[in-house]
T-cell receptor, first 114, second 108 residues
Framework: KAGVTQTPRYLIKTRGQQVTLSCSPI?????VSWYQQTPGQGLQFLFE???????NKGNFPGRFSGRQFSNSRSEMNVSTLELGDSALYLC?????????????FGPGTRLTVL | KNEVEQSPQNLTAQEGEFITINCSYS?????LHWLQQHPGGGIVSLFM???GKKKHGRLIATINIQEKHSSLHITASHPRDSAVYIC??????????FGSGTKLNVKP
C-alpha cells in the first residue's frame, strides 16, 4: 500500500505570492491533517479534514486555508506569503480521524519564501 | 501557550545505554502520541497511548493520566535510534499539540 504523498517536495516563492500544496492520503484513509514545522515554533497543527469537511483548525491566520476532495486528497493554500511562512509543511492521514487512529505522515513540502 | 513540555531538549548517550524522555501535558487529553523524526523530516508514529504502557521492540512508552505525564524509554540504545522524538497530546478530531522535541544522539 502506498504511503502518504505530498507534492511538490520543495518550493521557492517570493513574498506576496500564493502557494498550493497537495497531499494524497493512504488509500482508504478519510482524515487528512496539516501541520507546519519551523525551527522556532516546532510543529503546529493547521487543520484537519474528514469527508470534505474541516473539523478542526489551529491558530493560524485566514491566509492559510485548505480543502478536501471527494477522493480524500487534500490541498492547502497560503495566500500573500510572508517570510515567516518558510517552513516544512506536513500532512498526515488516518483511517477515520478518530482520536485513537494512528496517523501516517507524508514526507513534507519544504517551502522557502524569499 | 505550549501545553506540552518535553525534557530533555538534547540527549547524548553511548550505545547500549537506557534512555528516558519525559513529556508533561497541562490539560486532559484523549490520547498521547510519541513520534520519531529523522533528519530530512520524515515522521513516524511510534506509539499512541490513552492509558498504561505499550512496548514495541526496544521501545517502551508509559502514561500516567492522573499525573498528566508520559515517558518514552529506549533500552539498549543504538546509533540508529538517533533522531528527534516528539510527544503530542491529541484532542477531538486529531487536534494535536506538540512538544518541542528531544534530539537524541547515540554514539557508537
Amino acid at each position: 500500500k502506498a504511503g502518504v504523498t505530498q507534492t511538490p517536495r520543495y518550493l521557492i516563492k517570493t513574498r506576496g505570492q500564493q502557494v498550493t500544496l497537495s497531499c494524497s492520503p493512504i488509500s482508504g484513509h478519510r482524515s487528512v491533517s496539516w501541520y507546519q514545522q519551523t525551527p522556532g515554533q516546532g510543529l503546529q497543527f493547521l487543520f484537519e479534514y474528514f469527508s470534505e469537511t474541516q473539523r478542526n483548525k489551529g491558530n493560524f491566520p485566514g491566509r492559510f486555508s485548505g480543502r478536501q476532495f471527494s477522493n480524500s486528497r487534500s490541498e492547502m493554500n497560503v495566500s500573500t506569503l510572508e517570510l515567516g511562512d518558510s517552513a516544512l509543511y506536513l500532512c498526515a492521514s488516518s483511517l477515520v480521524g478518530d482520536t485513537y487512529n494512528e496517523q501516517f505522515f507524508g514526507p513534507g513540502t519544504r517551502l522557502t519564501v524569499l | 501557550k505550549n501545553e506540552v513540555e518535553q525534557s530533555p531538549q538534547n540527549l547524548t548517550a553511548q550505545e547500549g545505554e537506557f534512555i528516558t524522555i519525559n513529556c508533561s501535558y497541562s490539560v486532559g487529553i484523549s490520547a498521547l502520541h510519541w513520534l520519531q523524526q529523522h533528519p530530512g523530516g520524515g515522521i513516524v508514529s511510534l506509539f499512541m497511548l490513552s492509558s498504561g504502557k505499550k512496548k514495541h521492540g526496544r521501545l517502551i512508552a508509559t502514561i500516567n493520566i492522573q499525573e498528566k505525564h508520559s515517558s518514552l524509554h529506549i533500552t539498549a540504545s543504538h546509533p540508529r535510534d538517533s533522531a528527534v522524538y516528539i510527544c503530542a497530546s491529541v484532542y477531538n478530531f486529531n487536534k494535536f499539540y506538540f512538544g518541542s522535541g528531544t534530539k537524541l544522539n547515540v554514539k557508537p
